[in-house]
């Protein structure tokens, strides 16, 4: 028996307004679509479908009440254009205010001609009165969770926790923007999962809710045209690799007047991100409008930079990546809105793992895909831990998956000795599977944002040539020390060598003094202040004072455990 109702888009003008608490609008998918390679806003059924769509979401939205939550599934070609007119719409005195961009992995079809699309997306959105003061409202994200899973090899769990093991939360894992379900292809995938559906509901349900599937109704398809086919005849900048310390508009407008036909034969930008971080030579906190004109600006830029057929790709947090996907779809050709699986620090109501790499080429050109350089990588199933990877390698337990438009196989930086003085430095791996993906050795490489030089890191040890540049000096000099540092195995393999970084040890780790808090608070039944300690347990009062600043950190711990344990008691 269904917990919700469905209805058809025709259906929903009798509805009454603002009688729902959750809405999810199922657009028309047509998952033939995916090997559409053609530039989206230049195609006019494209066009027809966007304006269709928009009518139907606000609709949909009027049908929320104050502190509703609306979801849109769809294709990710065709959902930056509705989440940015989402952005600016408006129903009677109230608002929609992006939340998620949920990432749905579906199991993938392999392809000759494209890397392959597993991803298709759900956007999730508040309908609030103030955008400056949202409108409250509450995801079911203690109880609902996801089982863990243990590695085969090691027996592990799969999720590696690092040293936090003994803060594991028994119940499962958090969930957060990218959900797989893999028990759907996604040729299959023209109607939203029901799997998905469950767990809207279960993280929406609240007594007297009501949630509504709206099915949009059949719209016109259209040809699937597959891309640029031309040659790659093109000119070369000079044939030295440079890190450069430039203001990067102003390089690329140089190289346009210098280069009109193009010379790049991919760029990969990974901008500031508007968070506030701390950079030296850039203020990231940008009023939005403001930020989104300056990224449209370097976005044309590089369009007009690569050759015909050169690829770019874009990496940004998803709240950002859909006005660079808008701004693209009237310039170039889509290929993939890749998905990069990398849990971040916690924060808001699903865990943020989704970081989106945006994957297009310019038109005219023959674009390179590489993919069977790169086409396999080890199963999920088991854990990314050294030690074990290494060890079941050598005993030839090494199973393999396709690569697909999902990547969940590396993590972002974690230990220091792998990290410069740079607030958003990305891990070398990743940008060698982007650069041998979509280039020949020998081809040139450029980013804008050189930051700590990852760029031309890996472009020099996939025998590729660069170009980076960065506004800040300071990171040319970080990026030029780092290339100096590449070294090379007996095998031939170039690494970089990073001086070793020892631990601080003051006698007693970390972990066991949070057990020990953890343990004494479970044993008095609340969250103990740092005083009760101190007349009770003075051992254990003077570690703290040692090694914390303060205890909100270890109160904050022990606080999700105990709630943890008393909700274990009550299912």
């Known amino acids: 028996m269904l917990q919700w109702e469905e209805c058809s888009s025709s259906e929903i003008e009798s509805k009454p307004p603002a009688s729902l608490d959750v809405v999810v609008v199922n657009t028309h998918v047509n998952p033939d679509e995916l090997d559409d390679c053609s530039v989206p806003a230049q195609n006019e059924v494209y066009c027809g479908r966007i304006a269709a769509t928009c009518a139907l979401l606000a609709d949909a939205s009027r049908l929320l009440r104050d502190g509703g939550l609306l979801f849109v599934y769809g294709l990710p070609k065709m959902l930056p254009a509705l989440a940015v007119w989402l952005n600016a719409h408006s129903d009677e005195e109230c608002r929609l205010l992006f939340k998620y961009w949920i990432a749905l992995e579906l199991k993938a079809d392999q392809s000759d001609r494209s890397l392959p699309h597993a991803h298709l997306g759900l956007l999730m959105y508040l309908k609030t009165k103030s955008l400056r003061s949202p409108t409250p409202f509450a995801l079911n994200t203690k109880t609902v969770r996801i089982p863990y899973t243990n590695c085969p090899a090691c027996g592990e769990v799969t999720k590696d926790w690092g040293g ?19 028990d759907t292809h996604i040729r299959d995938a023209a109607s939203i999962p029901q799997v998905c559906l469950q767990r809207i509901f279960d993280l929406t349900r609240h007594p007297g809710s009501r949630m509504l599937v709206i099915r949009q109704e059949a719209l016109p398809d259209y040809p699937v045209p597959r891309g640029s086919a031309a040659g790659r005849s093109v000119s070369r900048p000079p044939s030295r690799d440079d890190v450069l310390h430039a203001d990067s508009l102003e390089l690329m407008r140089e190289y346009a007047r210098k280069y009109p036909d193009g010379l790049f034969d991919l760029a990969f930008a990974d ?15 940008q009023a939005d409008a403001d930020y989104i004109a300056w990224c449209n600006e370097w976005l044309g830029l590089i369009c007009e930079v690569l050759r015909p057929g050169g690829a770019l790709v874009v990496l940004n947090i998803p709240k950002w990546a859909i006005y660079h996907a808008d701004f693209l779809n009237f310039r170039m050709e889509f290929r993939n809105w890749i998905v990069w699986n990398a849990l971040s620090t916690p924060s808001g109501k699903l865990l943020p793992a989704h970081y989106a790499l945006l994957y297009y080429t310019k038109p005219g050109g023959a674009p390179t895909l590489a993919y069977d350089t790169v086409g396999q990588i080890d199963s999920r199933e088991y854990c990314l831990r050294a030690t074990c990877v290494n060890r079941r390698k050598e005993s030839g337990d090494d199973r393999k998956e396709l690569l697909s438009d999902v990547w969940h196989d590396i993590h972002r930086i974690k230990h220091r000795r792998d990290r410069d003085p740079h607030p958003c430095q990305l891990p070398i791996r990743l940008l060698q599977r982007i650069i041998e993906l979509t280039t020949r050795p020998g081809d040139w490489v450029y980013d804008p944002f050189g930051g700590a030089g990852t760029t031309a890191i890996a472009a020099r040890i996939s025998g590729r040539r660069f170009v980076i540049s960065d506004i800040d000096p300071i990171y040319q000099e970080i990026a030029e020390s780092n290339l100096n540092r590449i070294g090379e195995l007996l095998n031939g393999e170039k690494i970089l060598v990073r001086k070793s970084v020892r631990r601080s040890s003051n006698g007693i780790p970390r972990r066991e003094i949070e057990m020990a808090y953890i343990s004494r608070c479970k044993a008095m039944g609340r969250v103990l202040a740092i005083e009760d300690l101190k007349e009770t347990d003075t051992e254990l009062y003077e570690r703290i004072r040692q090694h914390y600043r303060d205890i909100k950190y270890l109160r904050k711990i022990t606080r999700r455990q105990l709630e943890n344990e008393t909700l274990i008691e009550h299912l």
Request: proline content about 6%; cysteine-free; aromatic content about 12%.
């Open 164 to 182: 936090k093991k003994h803060l594991i939360n028994r119940l499962g894992s958090a969930v957060s923007d990218v959900w797989s379900v893999l």
């Open 271 to 285: 901008p500031p991100y508007n968070l506030a971080k701390n950079y030296n030579a850039y203020t990231d906190q």
